[in-house]
Nanobody, 118 residues
Framework: QVQLVESGGGLVQAGGSLRLSCAASGRTFRSYAMGWFRQAPGKEREFVAA????????NYADVVKGRFTISRDNAKNTVYLQMNSLTPEDTAIYYC???????????WGQGTQVTVSS
């Protein structure tokens, strides 16, 4: 079982940047692909980005492509989400999750709040 803890959220002005971290416990972390999702008030949770276990393949939602970068450090059991050029539409709770197989996510963290002011 992998436990995930997100951090790095906060309040930032539009155009600013934040880097989120997702720290994982458990030896099996490096065998998992990982994903970031977000949920804005009154909206469903949506996919943001994913990365395979080696870090060699990533994919992004169109709305964040070119602005966000997902990466991982398996030695530190951590996945990151670098977010640049933030807009108020990026305001949400951000969650990380493991992806044991394509399309299936689990072991959700508690989330970290990101608020972008205009």
């Amino acid at each position: 079982q992998v436990q995930l803890v997100e951090s790095g959220g906060g309040l930032v002005q539009a155009g600013g940047s934040l880097r989120l971290s997702c720290a994982a416990s458990g030896r099996t972390f490096r065998s998992y692909a990982m994903g970031w999702f977000r949920q804005a008030p009154g909206k469903e949770r949506e996919f943001v980005a994913a990365i395979v276990w080696s870090g060699g393949i990533t994919n992004y939602a169109d709305v964040v492509k070119g602005r966000f970068t997902i990466s991982r450090d398996n030695a530190k059991n951590t996945v990151y989400l670098q977010m640049n050029s933030l807009t108020p539409e990026d305001t949400a709770i951000y969650y990380c999750a493991t992806r044991p197989r394509v399309g299936v996510y689990g072991n959700w963290g508690q989330g970290t709040q990101v608020t972008v002011s205009s």
